[in-house]
T-cell receptor, first 114, second 109 residues
Framework: KAGVTQTPRYLIKTRGQQVTLSCSPI?????VSWYQQTPGQGLQFLFE???????NKGNFPGRFSGRQFSNSRSEMNVSTLELGDSALYLC?????????????FGEGSRLTVL | DAKTTQPPSMDCAEGRAANLPCNHS???????VYWYRQIHSQGPQYIIH???NNETNEMASLIITEDRKSSTLILPHATLRDTAVYYC??????????FGGGTRLMVKP
C-alpha cells in the first residue's frame, strides 16, 4: 500500500514568487491536512480538507491556501513568498472525517525562499 | 487550551526502557491523547493513542493516570533507531492535532 506522496521534495523560490505543493493521500483516505515545520515554530497546523471542503484552518495569513480534488489529492499554494516561508511542508492523510485513528504523514516538501 | 507539556530532552541507554512523560492537565473527558515521533528529516510517525485505559501495541505502551491529567509513553527496550522527537498531542477543534515542542529522546550506546 503506497504511503502519502508529496511533490516536489525540494524546491527553491525567490521572494515574491508563488509556489504550489502537491499531496497524494493513501488510497481510500478522504481527509488531508497540511502542516508547516520550521526550527523556530515547530510543527504548525495549516488546514484540513475532507471531501473537497476545508474543515479547519490554522492561524496563517491568506497567502496560504489549499484545495482538495474529487480523488482526494490536495494542493496547497503560497503566494507572494517571504523569507519566513522557508520550511518543511508536511501533508498527512486519514481515512475518515471523525476518525480517532492515526494520521499518516508524507516525507514533506522542503521549500527554501531566497 | 489544547496544550501539553513535555520535557524538552531526555537520554536513555540502549536496551533500557525509555519513559517519556506528558502533562495534559486541562484535558476533557472525551479527548484522546496521541503520541507521534519524528525521526530527523522524516515525516512524523504515529505511535499510539488512548483515552483512559492503558494501551499497548508493537511499538510502545501508553500509561494514562486515573485522573487523565498526565500520561507516560514507554518504549520497553530502546534502540538507537528510537532516537527522535516524541510528541504528545491532544486534538484541536475536535479532531485536528496541534504539535508542541515535543521531547528529543537521545538513545545512547
Amino acid at each position: 500500500k503506497a504511503g502519502v506522496t508529496q511533490t516536489p521534495r525540494y524546491l527553491i523560490k525567490t521572494r515574491g514568487q508563488q509556489v504550489t505543493l502537491s499531496c497524494s493521500p493513501i488510497s481510500g483516505h478522504r481527509s488531508v491536512s497540511w502542516y508547516q515545520q520550521t526550527p523556530g515554530q515547530g510543527l504548525q497546523f495549516l488546514f484540513e480538507y475532507f471531501s473537497e471542503t476545508q474543515r479547519n484552518k490554522g492561524n496563517f495569513p491568506g497567502r496560504f491556501s489549499g484545495r482538495q480534488f474529487s480523488n482526494s489529492r490536495s494542493e496547497m499554494n503560497v503566494s507572494t513568498l517571504e523569507l519566513g516561508d522557508s520550511a518543511l511542508y508536511l501533508c498527512a492523510s486519514r481515512r475518515g472525517e471523525l476518525s480517532t485513528g492515526e494520521l499518516f504523514f508524507g516525507e514533506g516538501s522542503r521549500l527554501t525562499v531566497l | 487550551d489544547a496544550k501539553t507539556t513535555q520535557p524538552p530532552s531526555m537520554d536513555c541507554a540502549e536496551g533500557r526502557a525509555a519513559n517519556l512523560p506528558c502533562n495534559h492537565s486541562t484535558i476533557s473527558g472525551n479527548e484522546y491523547v496521541y503520541w507521534y515521533r519524528q525521526i530527523h528529516s522524516q515525516g512524523p510517525q504515529y505511535i499510539i493513542h488512548g483515552l483512559k485505559n492503558n494501551e499497548t501495541n508493537e511499538m510502545a505502551s501508553l500509561i494514562i493516570t486515573e485522573d487523565r491529567k498526565s500520561s507516560t509513553l514507554i518504549l520497553p527496550h530502546a534502540t538507537l533507531r528510537d532516537t527522535a522527537v516524541y510528541y504528545c498531542i491532544r486534538p484541536w477543534a475536535g479532531n485536528m492535532l496541534t504539535f508542541g515542542g515535543g521531547t528529543r529522546l537521545m538513545v545512547k550506546p
